[in-house]
Structure formats: structure tokens, C-alpha cells
Nanobody, 112 residues
């Protein structure tokens, strides 16, 4: 059974950085679009960024210029580099392989 396992979350001060990682346990990782989403209590899960199999990227307006999604197909891993973090970035961050494969999430907390 294919799994997605996230890591790299934690507590950071406003203006700081974190890098999230997501390891895909199955085959053919390089052929999949991958994405990062985030969710806060009482709100819907929202798209943060996606990266296609060819490396094309897409970002939510709220994170453009601060976050970078990348992938290492040799390691079956997708990353989310988060810089200039703000308190409003606080959320549980989920890795996704469309349409319906999700990781368990990793908590990111940004203190002001």
C-alpha cells in the first residue's frame, strides 16, 4: 500500500524558515503530480503548492515568493521550503498525490 509520510514541521518564530519533506513509498513517483495543502481548525483544507512530473509549479497567492516546492525523484521525495514565515502560516501541512492519496500531516506553528 502506497503511503505518504511528511516530516519537518515544528515551531518557528515569525520570519523564520522550515523545510517540509514528504516521502512517497510507491513506484512511479516521478510520473505523478504532487502537492502540499494546509488546514487550520474550522477551515477547509487549502492548496499551498503543486509540482508536476515535468517540474512545473503552482502556488497559492498567499505563499508566492516565500515558499518553494521541489522534488527529488531519485529519493521519491517532494519538499516545501518555507521562508519568511508568518503567524498566519500556522497550520497542519499535508502532502498529496492527486486525487486522493494523503499523508497524515505535519504541524507548523509560527509564533509572533
Amino acid at each position: 500500500q502506497v503511503q505518504l509520510v511528511e516530516s519537518g514541521g515544528g515551531l518557528v518564530q515569525s520570519g523564520g524558515s522550515l523545510r517540509l519533506s514528504c516521502v512517497h513509498s510507491g513506484r512511479f513517483f516521478s510520473s505523478y503530480t504532487m502537492g502540499w495543502y494546509r488546514q487550520t481548525p474550522g477551515k477547509q483544507r487549502e492548496l499551498v503548492a503543486t509540482i508536476s512530473s515535468s517540474g512545473n509549479t503552482n502556488y497559492a497567492d498567499s505563499v508566492k515568493g516565500r515558499f518553494t516546492i521541489s522534488r527529488d525523484n531519485a529519493k521519491n521525495t517532494v519538499y516545501l521550503q518555507m521562508n519568511s514565515l508568518k503567524p498566519e502560516d500556522t497550520a497542519v501541512y499535508y502532502c498529496n498525490r492527486p486525487p486522493a492519496l494523503w499523508g497524515r500531516g505535519t504541524q507548523v506553528t509560527v509564533s509572533s
